[in-house]
């Protein structure tokens, strides 16, 4: 099993950045890929950005060019560094880990960290 922990969510003011950071119990280079998903009230889970173990990343389209994901294989850590938030931000991050690349393979979830971008 593995065991995530998020960290780094709080409360910002639209236009501002925050970063989350998803630790590993353990290296995430034997991981095939890690990922941010986010759950605002009223909405279902959905994808926020993924990054393999080889480096390719991918972002859902509503974050594409304000959040960056990148790894630290040293620290067994993911971040997600968010710019430029917005309001619609707001939700509860989830780090994620999968196991393989099939889409059945082992999946892994952080409890989650709260992300509230209000005036």
């Known amino acids: 099993q593995v065991q995530l922990v998020e960290s780094g969510g709080g409360l910002v003011q639209p236009g501002g950045s925050l970063r989350l950071s998803c630790t590993a119990s353990?290296?995430?280079?034997?991981?095939?890929?890690m990922g941010w998903y986010r759950q605002a009230p009223g909405k279902q889970r959905e994808l926020v950005a993924t990054i393999t173990s080889g480096g390719s990343t991918n972002y859902t389209d509503s974050v594409k060019g304000r959040f960056t994901i990148s790894r630290d294989n040293a620290k067994n850590t993911v971040y997600l560094q968010m710019n430029r938030l917005k309001t619609e931000d707001t939700a509860v991050y989830y780090c994620?880990?999968?196991?393989?690349?099939?889409?059945?393979?082992?999946?892994?979830w952080g409890q989650g960290t709260q992300v509230t971008v209000s005036s």
């Open positions: 353990r290296n995430i280079l034997n991981i095939y890929a």
């Open positions: 994620n880990g999968q196991m393989g690349s099939g889409g059945y393979s082992r999946r892994y």
